[in-house]
């Protein structure tokens, strides 16, 4: 996923029931628009969820996409969080080849990252790593050389700063 001026985070609070991701997910679909992140997840209220979406697009592309989520029935509030100052992480999986003569630089780029180890079996190393996007992907790039057998990313998580007042607070 690339980061760049036209990338937009959305934080859409949504009643936590069956079917819900459907609609959203379609609503998209029927407009033309690719996510390029989602993630799903309950929040402090059992009865809620939060999606947090990726979107590439202008202002006039969120604006629509804000107002048509608005219009379905189980979204309590969408808002646009790209603009404010927001704390955001992904999490990602990288199972690496790691041959013997590779292990000792794999693990000291791994440390720098401040990233773990979460698995070693003869041949592989699984690498769990969690920051920016920027971040996921630069140790991404330096493992490539090695051989990434297999990899997973969660998407953006992300969460306005502080006590700032967002358009969630009534």
Do not use: C
């Amino acid at each position: 996923m690339a980061n760049g001026n036209n990338y937009h985070t959305l934080s859409v609070l949504v009643a936590n029931k069956p079917g819900v991701l459907t609609h959203v997910s379609g609503l998209f679909s029927r407009r033309g628009y690719n996510i390029d992140s989602l993630t799903v997840g309950v929040t402090e209220n059992p009865d809620i969820s939060r999606m947090t979406i990726v979107v590439h697009g202008d202002e006039h592309v969120i604006e629509q996409v804000t107002k048509q989520l608005n219009k379905l029935i189980d979204i309590i509030k969408v808002v646009d969080i790209s603009p404010l100052e927001s704390v955001d992480r992904e999490l990602a999986l990288l199972k690496v080849t790691a041959d013997p003569t590779a292990r000792a630089e794999i693990i000291q780029i791994v440390n720098i990252f401040r990233a773990s180890i979460v698995d070693v079996s003869a041949k592989s190393l699984i690498i769990e790593v969690t920051g920016s996007t920027d971040k996921i992907n630069a140790l991404e790039e330096l493992m490539r050389p090695f051989g990434i057998k297999e990899m997973v990313r969660t998407g953006k998580v992300a969460l306005v700063r502080g006590a700032k007042p967002t358009q969630f607070d009534k």
